[in-house]
């Protein structure tokens, strides 16, 4: 099928939820691409975060198809080994006790609102149920998480939304402190916002208010859906930020391109959904931990240190190109912020065209590139990016 038909089929039976850039992508390797027409493409967007090991990793497709040829799925009536031993693996990572197996990031989202309203449920009766989350968040699609997403936009014509979610200014820690009365069973925050623009948070910030939480028995959840499995240059994100969780999702790049989410617990949560308290048909399906698996055992200090590296690179050549008013983010997640008259939209369609991939978050232009892109793939791209950059 040619590109032209593939989009009209599109148009014509797929609902329209997405607005997709004109691209029709047929394969690709590692951080490469080529469209239906075999024009070749470098990717810094690993599909949102999700193929941490780019495109076509051989290691990882073994693994997977391995394990489809034995046992594709199984239920969670019966047990099963690849879960066990990617649970074992995402603890020793990160130091969190447990792990609850769903299928995307706002699964896992779901399930450490539920985690953190049962908690408290508990231990201090139903009216200790209120969740502060951060202004300008972003948690899913679900009525959950939508309702725990911090941006109006989100808050429409879905009514009526949950209630009991509250917000609170990122990096204001007196603000946020006082949001934090009797009702209130938990914070939800992302150390670097995604969606919402590529915001990292301060470190004195997020650690005043854990400490605050800490002493008063309030959770602290961690949203790692976009940041975590290595992306910043850690496992986790909120290992750069000196606090270990009460709760933590995850899901994007944890299954290398299969879906998976993960609702982790921390010491005084990991004892808090007993049988039937929640559940899932596909969640710790073996194929997709298999890969899960195959992930995180490429993700050790070396393979980190690298994409510290190779985000500082990106880094320091991007802030030096034109129109580029400041690149931030933590590893090799990244948001180039233009000079005025620039919008992300218009450069994202420039980059494509002279065959470079991107995402945009609000205003910036966002950098998620598979953690195994090369020297030769990075180098491409980012002149692909000089040049666009300095002809607009
Ligand atoms: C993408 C994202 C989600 C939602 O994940 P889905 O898999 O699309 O449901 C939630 N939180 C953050 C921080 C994300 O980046």
Redesign the pocket.
């Known amino acids: 099928m040619n590109a032209k038909t593939v989009m009209e089929n599109d148009a014509k039976y797929i609902a329209h939820a997405y607005a997709r850039n004109p691209l029709v992508l047929e394969k690709g390797k590692n951080a490469t691409a080529w469209d239906a027409d075999g024009k070749k493409y470098i990717d810094f967007t690993s599909g949102?975060?999700v193929n941490a090991l780019g495109w076509a990793n051989e290691g990882w497709v073994e693994a997977v198809t391995k394990q489809l040829s034995t046992l594709q799925h199984t239920s969670n009536v019966f047990y099963s080994e690849p879960c066990t031993i990617a649970a074992k693996m995402i603890c020793e990572k990160s130091g969190m006790k447990k792990v609850f197996f769903a299928?995307?990031?706002?699964?896992?989202?779901e399930g450490v609102i539920k985690a953190a309203r049962k908690y408290s449920f508990t231990k201090y009766g139903p009216q200790r149920r209120t969740i502060v989350a951060l202004e300008n968040?972003?948690?899913?699609?679900?009525m959950a998480?939508l309702s725990a997403t911090g941006q109006d936009v989100f808050h429409q014509y879905f009514f009526p939304f949950v209630e009991d979610f509250k917000f609170a200014k990122a990096n204001d820690t007196e603000g946020t402190i006082a949001m934090l009365t009797g009702e209130v069973c938990a914070v939800m925050m992302?150390m670097v916002?995604?969606?919402g623009g590529v915001m990292p948070l301060d470190k004195e910030y997020v650690k005043a208010v854990y400490d605050y939480c800490q002493a008063h028995d309030i959770l602290l959840i961690v949203?790692?859906?976009?940041?975590g499995i290595g992306r910043s240059g850690t496992f986790f994100s909120y290992q750069q930020f000196d606090i270990q969780p009460d709760l933590v999702?995850c899901?994007?790049g944890l299954g290398g391109g299969l879906?998976i989410?993960a609702v982790l617990f921390g010491e005084k949560t990991e004892d808090v959904f007993g049988p039937s308290d929640h559940g899932s048909t596909f969640g710790g399906n073996p194929a997709v931990c298999a890969g899960a698996i195959y992930v995180m055992n490429q993700i050790d200090d070396a393979f980190m240190a690298e994409v510290a590296k190779k985000g500082n690179y990106m880094r320091e050549k991007i802030s030096k190109m034109a129109h580029v008013k400041s690149v931030v983010g933590m590893g090799m997640m990244l948001g180039v912020e233009l000079e005025e008259g620039y919008t992300s939209k218009q450069v994202l369609s420039a980059l494509l065209q002279n065959g470079l991939m991107v995402l945009t978050a609000k205003a910036k232009v966002r950098l998620l590139p598979p953690l195994t892109i090369t020297q030769e793939e990075l180098d491409e791209g980012l002149a692909i990016m000089e040049q666009t950059l300095a002809n607009m």
């Open positions: 949102i975060g299928n995307s990031g706002a699964e896992a989202n968040s972003f948690h899913g699609r679900t998480t992302e916002q995604g969606e949203d790692e859906v976009q940041t999702s899901a994007k879906p989410g």
